[in-house]
Structures are given as structure tokens and as C-alpha cells.
Nanobody, 121 residues
């Protein structure tokens, strides 16, 4: 079982920055892709950013030019650098990791516990 632990959320004024971290641990596995989602109460979870095994990244239109996703494969950690934050970025942010076990070839995915990001006007 792979567990994800998130950190870095908090309260920031509009225009400020935050850096989220998500560390994966558990059974031996290979990372297929890592990403970030966010969710506001009463709304569906929204995809924000992703980085696949090749290192290619992609972003939702709403965060392009402001957010940057990166990873440290040696540490099985993914980051989300959030700059020029806006009040509409306020949400609970969730890390997501898809992986394949080193032995057996089976694949699965895990979600982080979520970290609150609040952007004030």
C-alpha cells in the first residue's frame, strides 16, 4: 500500500505564493504519474496539474503560467509551486499518484489526505 503525505497549505494573501509537497511511501513501486487536484465544498474535484513518467507536465487552463509541478523521483515526492495566487484558488488540494509495483506488474493509485489553501483578497 502506498501512502501520500501532503504539506505546505495555509493562508496567503492574493498575489502570494505557496509550495505544496506530497511524499509517497510504502511498498516498492514505480511511479507512472503524479498530479494535483483541488476541491471546493459542493463542487467536483478539479484536476490542476500532472507530471508523467517521462517528465512531461500539463496544467489546467485556470493555473497555467502561475503553477509549476515538479518531482524528485529519488524521494518519491511531487511539488506544486503556486505563484500569483487568486481567491478562486482557495480549495483543498489533493495529491494523486499512479504507480506500478516493481514485481507482479499490477498497478494502482493513491490519494493524499488533502491540504487546505486559502487565498484572501
Amino acid at each position: 500500500q502506498v501512502q501520500l503525505v501532503e504539506s505546505g497549505g495555509g493562508l496567503v494573501q492574493a498575489g502570494g505564493s505557496l509550495r505544496l509537497s506530497c511524499a509517497a511511501s510504502g511498498s516498492v513501486f514505480k511511479i507512472n504519474g503524479m498530479g494535483w487536484y483541488r476541491q471546493v465544498p459542493g463542487k467536483q474535484r478539479e484536476w490542476v496539474a500532472a507530471i508523467i513518467s517521462s517528465g512531461v507536465t500539463n496544467y489546467a487552463d485556470s493555473v497555467k503560467g502561475r503553477f509549476t509541478i515538479s518531482r524528485d523521483n529519488a524521494k518519491n515526492t511531487v511539488y506544486l509551486q503556486m505563484d500569483s495566487l487568486k481567491p478562486e484558488d482557495t480549495a483543498v488540494y489533493y495529491c494523486h499518484v499512479g504507480y506500478t509495483y516493481a514485481s507482479g506488474g499490477s498497478s494502482s493509485y493513491s490519494w493524499g489526505q488533502g491540504t487546505q489553501v486559502t487565498v484572501s483578497s
